[in-house]
């Protein structure tokens, strides 16, 4: 029963630089990934962090720009944000997988969420 939490959203220009932090209650023992979602649209995949390996992937929406990563002990993700562009203004949220060790993307196969937090961009 782990609970995962988002830390470090808030209002920035374009161009400007964001790190998120998805904090776990306990060790995550599967594939975690951020998902984002912006006004009228749904929510899609934005980057994630095998639980083998420990190897990052991501959209092409962000490819590039953005940089996962995950700390050893499996408690702590982040989610390195740069240069920054009005498009990723969303609500960020951090998801574990259901049972997935390796490369995962649809929301279905993530049982457990946070709560989201905002980032707006500004041009």
């Known amino acids: 029963q782990v609970q995962l939490n988002e830390l470090g959203g808030g209002s920035v220009q374009a161009g400007d630089s964001v790190r998120l932090t998805c904090e776990a209650s306990?060790?995550?023992?599967?594939?975690m990934a951020w998902f984002r979602r912006a006004p009228g649209k749904q929510r899609e995949f934005v980057a994630g962090?095998?639980?083998?390996?420990?190897?990052?992937y991501y959209a092409d929406s962000v490819k590039g720009r953005f940089t996962v990563s995950r700390e050893h002990d499996a408690t702590t993700m982040y989610l390195q944000m740069d240069n920054l562009k009005p498009a990723d203004t969303a609500v960020y949220y951090c998801?574990?997988?259901?049972?997935?060790?390796?490369?995962?993307?649809?929301?279905?196969?993530?049982?457990?969420w946070g709560p989201g937090t905002q980032v707006t961009v500004s041009s």
């Open positions: 998801a574990a997988a259901n049972r997935f060790l390796g490369e995962v993307r649809p929301e279905s196969s993530f049982a457990t």
């Open positions: 306990g060790p995550v023992v599967n594939s």
């Open positions: 962090v095998t639980w083998l390996g420990d190897s990052p």
